[in-house]
């Protein structure tokens, strides 16, 4: 079974700064796909950034970033200049690939992030 | 892009009542949806597997006599929590694949808040 573990249950930042957010996980998978979500307080889902994991090059989405090691099984979330709209509960999700239907997400159990002025 | 539409946002209703919740995908077929149920200041647990045209799967400890779900087209996926009692009181959010693929990432419902008196 798949795990992803999330070690910082909250953290705070001030704005403009840069913070990285961490997770780890486990599997026996070879092909799979990271995520992270972003869930402000309307519970909103917000999808923020994918790595597939046969991708060597780490991903970017303007001020967000991952710094993705595969042997470690590690996947950080980095946030550059980051904004008071940053401010939201942060979740990293593992999905294993399928060649038919859909697979679910499994999700950390979040870090709270804070941005504050 | 693909939207995922969850109906009613938020519920109140009495104990021994049972309550639907519906998911509907707006612009694209979706064979397959996840319900997940949310804790305050908690992660997503994965609920169940809503898959069309055949029965649901659900994950280890979830009562499948309690949480109903139907998958009845292609675009719509309900969960009937019957007999509900206070501690189903939570927030349950669904979600489906995007239309790219199997492995898109998955779209997310605003969620539904389930009160029970």
């Known amino acids: 079974a798949q795990t992803v573990t999330q070690s910082q249950p909250e953290m705070s930042v001030q704005e403009a700064e840069t913070v990285t957010l961490s997770c780890t996980y486990d599997?026996?998978?070879?092909?799979?796909?990271l995520f992270w979500y972003k869930q402000p307080p309307s519970r909103q889902m917000i999808l923020v950034i994918r790595?597939?994991?046969?991708?060597?090059q780490n991903a970017t989405e303007n001020r967000f970033s991952v710094n993705f090691q595969k042997a470690a099984k590690s996947f950080s979330l980095k946030i550059s200049d980051s904004q008071l709209g940053d401010t939201a509960m942060y979740f990293c999700?593992?999905?294993?690939?399928?060649?038919?239907?859909?697979?679910?997400?499994?999700f950390g159990k979040g870090t709270t992030l804070s941005v504050s002025s | 892009g693909a939207v995922v539409s969850q109906h009613p946002s938020w519920v109140i209703c009495k104990s021994g009542t049972s309550v639907k919740i519906e998911c509907r995908s707006l612009?694209?077929?979706?064979?397959?949806m996840f319900w997940y149920r949310q804790f305050p200041k908690q992660s997503l647990m994965l609920m169940a597997t809503?898959?069309?045209?055949?029965?649901?799967?659900?994950e280890q400890g979830v009562e499948k006599d309690k949480f109903l779900i139907n998958h009845a087209s292609l675009t719509l996926s309900t969960l009937t929590v019957t007999s509900a009692h206070p501690e189903d009181s939570s927030f349950y959010i669904c979600?489906?694949?995007?239309?790219?693929?199997?492995?898109?990432?998955?779209?997310f419902g605003n969620g539904t808040r389930l009160t029970v008196t």
């Open positions: 599997t026996s998978e070879n092909n799979y796909y």
């Open positions: 979600s489906a694949p995007g239309a790219v693929g199997y492995n898109s990432p998955l779209h």
């Open positions: 790595q597939e994991a046969y991708k060597q």
């Open positions: 809503s898959n069309e045209g055949s029965k649901a799967t659900y």
């Open positions: 999700a593992f999905m294993k690939h399928r060649n038919q239907a859909g697979t679910a997400l499994i």
């Open positions: 612009d694209f077929q979706a064979t397959t």
